[in-house]
């Protein structure tokens, strides 16, 4: 017999449940289908509704005494409480759905595109949920229009860009997926896709005319919501002066480094001189997708063969251009993981290519991201042992709850870990592919300034821009990609460097407890049986203090 369910573990069920409900696409997104059919419901009341039942929600929670919880409960409390608190204040605060405009696109496009992307259905039953999904899209982007009120400018252009990519996903992919069907179905998604075609150039039309004009909100959140996203999203007992100091010290540091390892390289030229010289050296933009795919298999040979990590039972990935809705805010690349609750474990590497069309000088900018040098350093970052090795062994985790509570400070800390741990193991020894390692490094230490800065008020968007121009080196239409996704996820930018540290200190710790006894290869595999958390709870788990 199974064993009877805690008091707690049926709050978690229920708040779970309602999660999916209220979002399906994120139902989809975690392999669950009961809710295929079905968009989220952002008209005004209903909205009203669901944040007085979240508030039910954090009242329940409180009733627990997390003294009194044990282990993973005691974790899952802790996760809850924190999601519940930001849930809340965000809403009063910074309310998405009268703010972001892009919100409402990504919702409904992103609902498309994982039904039409992951085969874990016969193609027929899938495109009856797109039929569905395209049906209510119109109804979706009207609830849009009436609930943005005076977002940033900076939101409502990048919202315009994005509706142009997904003009194009709705004629191109889309249309594609549906040509192959036949009969009242094939018509009827026809039908659909031209309705939602209609809807979006409206959607377009409202934006640039109607919002545009009168977007005057700022996107900077606040040191004060900064701060409690840092303690109740993430758990880091850092606040934002602490953060700003810590992506300066690294700044200074990386600095030096990059300056040791370009004397090695050519001892009488400045790394930034060499960089701009590697950067020449691209795959073209024909050959660029497969070009990662060779690297990221390359990963995996070379993880598997020095025992680094013990892979799950089951995992794959597939690379593919991004797809056109993505593209304005994903310069470079980006990774999809596998849903946990699915059997097939795909995870999705995403690849920016160059749009037909765009003019040579501005297409050769973008390529010049994709450094044959700098690839190696992305393919383990994204793939192997990064993002898709880390993620599908998470996909495995039984406590539900812990999949909707994610913080990007485990899975872009454990990323930026793996550069450095796979240049220590000899994954790459090509001091080209290190300085442009370190190049990124800096970056990375480069995003903690400028996400604390933008959000407390300490940066403009265009000096942000020229920041990452100047000190990460970034092409400059990449980094206006880049300063547009910052401002609209404040702390996510921080959590690759902030991340990379505190995996650091536990390694230190770990070492220390284990002495003679460390394994390097049990230590990453006790670190990722936990999920995606807060460090400060994978340490209570590890019996670290």
């Not at 044990?70 to 802790?78: F, L, M, Q, S, T």
């Not at 795919?293 to 993880?303: G, L, N, P, S, T």
């Not at 991201?369 to 599908?392: C, D, F, M, R």
Request: glycine share 6%; net charge positive; charged share 30%.
């Amino acid at each position: 017999m199974p064993r009877k369910k805690s008091a707690f573990q049926r709050f978690s069920d229920e708040f779970f449940d309602f999660i999916l409900r209220e979002f399906p696409p994120t139902a989809t997104w975690l392999g669950i289908h009961r809710y295929d059919t079905k968009l989220p419901n952002f008209a005004a009341e209903h909205i009203e509704e669901r944040n007085r039942q979240v508030e039910k929600f954090a009242a329940r929670l409180k009733r627990f005494n997390p003294k009194r919880l044990k282990g993973d409960e005691a974790v899952d409390y802790a996760l809850a409480d924190g999601m519940l608190t930001a849930w809340i204040y965000g809403e009063k605060r910074f309310p998405e759905h009268k703010l972001m405009p892009g919100m409402y696109l990504d919702t409904g496009l992103f609902a498309l595109y994982v039904l039409i992307e992951r085969e874990f259905a016969p193609k027929a039953k899938r495109a009856r949920s797109v039929l569905a999904r395209l049906k209510k899209f119109p109804r979706l982007l009207k609830q849009g229009m009436a609930n943005l009120k005076n977002p940033p400018k900076e939101f409502t252009e990048a919202a315009i860009m994005s509706a142009r990519g997904a003009i194009g996903f709705l004629k191109g992919p889309l249309s594609q997926f549906a040509s192959g069907i036949r009969g009242k179905l094939g018509s009827d998604l026809a039908q659909a896709r031209d309705k939602a075609v209609a809807a979006m150039e409206e959607y377009s039309k409202f934006l640039q005319e109607d919002l545009l004009p009168r977007s005057r909100g700022k996107f900077a959140v606040g040191k004060r919501y900064f701060n409690l996203l840092l303690k109740k999203r993430h758990h880091v007992d850092v606040d934002a002066d602490t953060l700003l100091r810590l992506g300066r010290r690294h700044l200074r540091s990386i600095k030096r480094e990059l300056e040791q390892t370009a004397k090695r390289i050519a001892p009488r030229r400045k790394w930034t001189s060499i960089v701009d010289e590697l950067k020449k050296e691209h795959p073209s933009n024909r050959n660029l997708v497969n070009y990662y795919a060779k690297e990221m298999q390359r990963a995996r040979e070379f993880v598997r063969k020095h025992r680094l990590v013990t892979f799950p039972r089951q995992e794959r990935l597939k690379v593919m251009p991004t797809p056109d809705f993505a593209a304005p805010v994903i310069p470079y690349a980006a990774y999809i993981p596998p849903a946990p609750f699915e059997p097939d474990k795909l995870g999705v590497f995403w690849v920016t290519t160059v749009p037909k069309g765009t003019p040579k000088k501005r297409a050769e900018e973008q390529l010049e991201g994709h450094s044959k040098y700098g690839i190696v350093v992305t393919a383990l970052h994204e793939a192997y042992p990064g993002h898709h090795l880390q993620l599908s062994l998470a996909a495995y985790l039984p406590h539900r709850l812990r999949h909707l509570m994610e913080t990007s400070v485990f899975a872009e800390g454990w990323a930026l870990y793996c550069e450095e741990l796979m240049w220590e193991q000899g994954f790459y020894h090509d001091l080209r592919s290190r300085l442009l390692q370190l190049k990124d490094a800096l970056w990375r230490a480069c995003r903690v300034i400028v996400d604390v800065s933008l959000h407390t008020g300490k940066m403009s968007f265009d000096e942000a821009v020229d920041f990452l121009v100047k000190e990460a080196k970034l092409e400059r239409v990449n980094a206006e990609a880049e300063v547009r996704r910052y401002c609209q996820s404040p702390t996510q930018p921080m959590s690759y460097l902030l991340g990379k540290v505190q995996i650091l200190e536990l390694l230190k710790d770990y070492k220390k407890l284990k002495g003679a006894d460390f394994d390097l290869r049990k230590f990453h595999d006790e670190l990722l049986s936990h999920g995606t958390i807060p460090f400060k709870y994978v340490r209570k788990l590890m019996g670290l203090k």
